[in-house]
């Protein structure tokens, strides 16, 4: 048999693509993970999401291929379906794909659908962690999720959907965080105070984690609103939402 690819590199056959779903950490480029940082130096092609530090796109090289697709809570977003098909097409074509996510992959990052697109299509890839705001935004506020006395574990979940919610549960957490909360924060008091939760119950919400603009707005229960509208924010969004005692200690570590 002649090989023809030997005889002519032109005719050399497109290396198998692959697809790396990234996670980028809160979304600032001082918390991205050097494993992330050689990943998008190698990429052919970005698919990111909105809330990425312009810098994380600059690691990427100037052949490199852009493609924004949203994600952004309350705003246009490109459906998910596209985003998985865009992702088969690309690793197709044989292109090196990162598709770049805030936090971690696998914490409400929609990571499974577009695996399952990958793996129906028979495209390669591989997970790649970042740190998730869950963890990283409490931090950077001062506020530690667990303590000896105060907080012997947290939990995590999201606010997309708050009726689906068991609050008669979340009430007895020591210690709860909220992502994706910002725009129903009326909502998430009056259920938490509905299901017995003190009025004087510390809550925080840490806007921008690890950017510039991080802003921390501390209180209780039955006044963050009040303190919310005195900070004439026009949105919350992005933000994370700690519930629990251990608030309180921000003020002694920070």
């Known amino acids: 048999m002649v090989n023809l690819s030997a005889e002519h590199p032109s005719l050399s056959p497109v290396s198998p693509g692959k697809v790396y779903l990234l996670g980028a950490g809160p979304g600032a480029l001082d918390y991205l993970t050097l494993q992330g940082q050689s990943?998008?130096?190698?990429?052919?092609?970005?698919i990111y999401d909105a809330l990425i530090d312009d810098r994380l796109q600059a690691q990427v090289s100037e052949q490199c291929q852009l493609i924004q697709v949203g994600k952004r809570g309350g705003q246009p977003s490109t459906p998910q379906a596209?985003?998985?098909?865009?992702?088969v097409e690309q690793c197709q074509q044989g292109q090196q794909v990162v598709r770049l996510k805030s936090g971690d992959p696998f914490i409400f990052g929609r990571a499974s659908a577009e695996i399952q697109a990958l793996k129906a299509a028979g495209c390669d890839f591989e997970i790649i962690p970042g740190l998730s705001?869950?963890?990283?935004?409490?931090?950077?506020?001062g506020i530690p999720l667990t303590d000896p006395v105060l907080s012997r574990g947290f939990s995590v979940f999201t606010a997309h959907d708050i009726d689906a919610l068991n609050?008669?549960?979340?009430?007895?957490?020591p210690?709860?965080?909220?992502l994706m909360g910002g725009r129903k924060l009326g909502a998430i008091v009056?259920?938490?105070l509905g299901h017995g939760r003190s009025p004087y119950c510390p809550i925080a919400i840490i806007r921008w984690a690890g950017q510039p603009e991080q802003a921390v707005?501390?209180?209780?229960?039955?006044?963050?609103?009040?303190?919310?509208?005195?900070?004439?924010l026009a949105q919350l969004s992005p933000c994370v939402i700690v519930v629990g005692e251990v608030v309180s200690l921000r003020?002694?570590?920070q």
Do not use: G, H, K, M
Not at 82 to 87: H, K, Y
Not at 134 to 141: D, F, I, R, S
Not at 217 to 232: C, D, F, G, K, P
């Open 82 to 87: 596209a985003i998985n098909q865009l992702l």
């Open 251 to 253: 003020e002694f570590l």
């Open 39 to 46: 990943c998008l130096q190698q990429a052919d092609v970005l």
């Open 217 to 232: 707005i501390a209180s209780t229960l039955e006044a963050i609103e009040q303190r919310v509208a005195e900070q004439n």
């Open 133 to 141: 705001s869950a963890l990283v935004a409490p931090l950077l506020a």
């Open 190 to 192: 009056q259920q938490l």
């Open 167 to 173: 609050w008669e549960a979340l009430t007895q957490l």
């Open 175 to 178: 210690t709860l965080v909220l």
